[in-house]
């Protein structure tokens, strides 16, 4: 994720999770708090990340309640977890379902373990189960190095970058180890209820973030879950998870404009705090994302026909391209997903070379270029 707008002062956004609020600016865990509707939030921290928790959130209805993202799997965010459960009243016995608004591991990482030690079923969308590494040819031993070394070398970055970027994906890493994660039993297209009894809670696909991101409406109450897709103060990073010949910025700025119809719902994102003004902050991001688009076609007017990590490196980040280290990644990735969407409307000629067929799968892939799309003239 990048950093975003602050909603503290800006028009027609309010701060309601102010203890979350404060916790956040002393970078500390926010309490477990019962909220409107009797939904609660559960903090489960992220170790050795800026975002520091994944808000959890539980849902009763009759007879049980369904776990919304229960976090990154640690024995901590575990322990986290229980104690949610026992401030709400609830055991292990009482989780009927676990919806995985997308499949990151800050999200979707413990719902295995609960699935085991609950019995619970597990929703997410379509798209997003087809984004799971052991679907997505990523969970085996090695698999995220290669994919991320050819994504570096399409992106045209240079070769000591790319050995700097692939040092965390060593033979000593997690990435040398099969990695898969849960597959859901339950599939939620958008507009489907989740099923727990005695609650209206439906499905809002939101894609742009992933594939297959949701969000979760309970009209009843007024809430909007609204997962990675909005958050009060950082704009979530697009581009990163999509799948093949996707366009993830246009789905995104698409889902905002859905998302932007309930400002008069809370919003209960996934990371910072709560909020009210869903058509102010969606605004906000989307002007964020035009501004950049903007930026870009000035960066890529001057360079002529440059690669993306030529336009990523030139671009104004939260700090100097030297420094953003290891989150260079996510901004490559974002790069070429606003050359994406400018190629979508016509004002960049931009073209993904396509491997054969019968390509050598470890052979390297040509840098893309990006120019000004050739005008007509009339």
């Known amino acids: 994720m990048t950093a975003g707008t602050t909603g503290r002062g800006g028009t027609g956004i309010s701060i309601l999770g102010t203890a979350q609020h404060t916790?956040?600016?002393?970078?500390?865990?926010?309490?477990v708090e019962r909220l409107t509707g009797g939904m609660w939030s559960?903090?489960?921290?992220?170790?050795?990340?800026?975002?520091?928790?994944?808000?959890?959130?539980?849902?009763p209805g009759d007879g049980g309640l369904v776990v919304v993202d229960p976090g990154w799997d640690?024995?901590?965010?575990?322990?986290?977890?229980?104690?949610?459960?026992?401030?709400?009243?609830?055991?292990?016995?009482?989780?009927?379902?676990?919806?995985?608004?997308?499949?990151?591991?800050?999200?979707?990482?413990?719902?295995?373990?609960?699935?085991?030690?609950?019995?619970?079923?597990?929703?997410?969308h379509p798209a997003e189960r087809d984004?799971?590494?052991?679907?997505?040819?990523?969970?085996q031993p090695g698999a995220r190095r290669e994919s991320l070394r050819r994504g570096l070398r399409r992106w045209g970055v240079p070769e000591e970058a790319v050995k700097?970027?692939?040092?965390?994906?060593?033979?000593?890493?997690?990435?040398?180890?099969?990695?898969?994660?849960?597959?859901?039993?339950?599939l939620l297209?958008?507009?489907?209820?989740?099923?727990?009894?005695?609650?209206?809670?439906?499905?809002?696909?939101?894609?742009?973030?992933?594939?297959?991101?949701?969000?979760?409406?309970?009209?009843?109450?007024?809430?909007?879950?609204?997962?990675?897709?909005?958050?009060?103060?950082?704009?979530?990073?697009?581009?990163?998870?999509?799948?093949?010949d996707d366009a993830p910025l246009t789905r995104f700025l698409e889902s905002l404009e859905r998302t932007a119809a309930f400002d008069d719902h809370d919003a209960l994102p996934a990371h910072e705090y709560r909020f009210r003004g869903l058509a102010a902050?969606?605004?906000?991001?989307?002007?964020?994302?035009?501004?950049?688009?903007?930026?870009?076609?000035?960066?890529?007017?001057?360079?002529?026909?440059?690669?993306?990590?030529?336009?990523?490196?030139?671009?104004?980040?939260?700090?100097?391209w030297a420094e953003v280290g290891q989150m260079r990644i996510g901004a490559l990735a974002e790069t070429e997903a606003h050359i994406r969407h400018l190629a979508d409307q016509g004002e960049l000629d931009f073209t993904t070379p396509a491997p054969t067929r019968d390509a050598d799968p470890s052979a390297d892939v040509p840098a893309v270029r990006v120019r000004p799309a050739a005008r007509t003239a009339h």
């Open 23 to 31: 916790a956040w600016q002393e970078r500390v865990l926010p309490p």
């Open 42 to 59: 559960v903090p489960v921290p992220i170790p050795d990340n800026p975002l520091r928790y994944t808000l959890c959130y539980l849902v």
């Open 74 to 124: 640690t024995d901590a965010g575990w322990d986290a977890l229980l104690a949610g459960l026992r401030a709400a009243g609830a055991a292990l016995s009482d989780v009927s379902g676990i919806v995985a608004m997308h499949v990151h591991p800050d999200h979707h990482g413990l719902s295995e373990r609960l699935r085991e030690q609950s019995g619970a079923w597990i929703a997410m």
């Open 131 to 139: 984004s799971l590494p052991q679907r997505a040819g990523l969970a």
């Open 164 to 186: 700097d970027l692939l040092s965390p994906f060593d033979e000593r890493s997690a990435d040398h180890r099969p990695f898969t994660m849960a597959e859901p039993d339950v």
């Open 189 to 244: 297209e958008d507009g489907d209820a989740v099923p727990l009894p005695g609650r209206r809670l439906h499905a809002v696909w939101t894609p742009g973030h992933t594939p297959g991101h949701l969000c979760l409406r309970e009209p009843d109450a007024g809430l909007l879950l609204t997962g990675d897709h909005v958050l009060p103060r950082i704009t979530p990073n697009i581009g990163l998870s999509r799948a093949p």
């Open 281 to 320: 902050r969606t605004r906000q991001l989307r002007d964020h994302h035009e501004q950049r688009c903007r930026e870009l076609l000035t960066v890529i007017d001057g360079l002529g026909s440059p690669t993306v990590w030529q336009v990523a490196e030139r671009l104004s980040w939260s700090r100097p």
